[in-house]
């Protein structure tokens, strides 16, 4: 099951033209593919998706094609700004459109912060718990202007942060992909059997 690539979709949940959190994303995102994942990139900006409404959500025109993508993933890579201490409402939309399709999967967490991004970083973990996922044990978390500048990073820390982290998507998202397909198809109990098919 190794030789399977492992897939990433990566949410930016910003929806400023000029985010920083969406050139973040997308270089992580070119990292992951330079590591053999392959990577889907979801842009509300450019792919607006509605504010959750549990009345309409699921018969809305886009959804179908935007689970499939969720179902698709081994890996959530999930960039948002960091709004008052929470996240945006773009990336809470985005989460409260599923939950089975988070199950037993990787949530891994970007947060643009003018400061450690911490509170941010627990509500994605906090959500990736409530959905049965499996999140990294540390978030990404960086400045504008102090760890990112005009689409490049900006000394020597934050680059080693970036390849720590793209490496430990790539390894610990395989172990846990590979473990939650032997779950899927196997027979023992465990938490994943209430998914098989």
């Not at 699921?58 to 959804?63: I, L």
């Not at 906090?126 to 540390?138: E, I």
């Not at 970036?162 to 198809?185: C, H, K, P, S």
Request: contains cysteine; aromatic residues 10%; proline residues 5%.
């Amino acid at each position: 099951m190794t030789d399977i690539p492992l897939r990433v979709l990566a949410v930016i949940g910003s929806l400023h033209r000029e985010s920083v959190t969406r050139s973040v994303i997308c270089h992580i995102a070119g990292k992951l593919e330079a590591a053999g994942c392959l990577v889907d990139i979801v842009d509300f900006e450019r792919e607006p998706l509605p504010l959750f409404n549990p009345d309409t959500a699921y018969a809305a025109p886009a959804f179908p094609a935007l689970k499939k993508r969720v179902d698709d993933a081994d890996v959530l890579l999930l960039g948002t700004p960091d709004y008052h201490g929470s996240m945006s409402s773009a990336m809470k939309s985005f989460l409260d459109h599923f939950w089975r399709e988070f199950s037993g999967k990787l949530f891994a967490t970007v947060v643009a912060s003018p400061e450690k991004g911490l509170t941010v970083t627990d509500q994605l973990r906090t959500v990736a718990r409530q959905c049965y996922a499996w999140s990294l044990p540390y978030g990404m978390a960086f400045s504008e202007n102090v760890d990112w500048k005009d689409g490049a990073v900006l000394g020597e820390m934050f680059g080693k942060r970036i390849e720590m982290f793209v490496r430990d998507i790539a390894i610990y998202g395989r172990l846990l992909a590979n473990q939650r397909r032997a779950d899927l198809t196997g027979a023992d109990p465990c938490f994943m059997a209430k998914h098989r098919v």
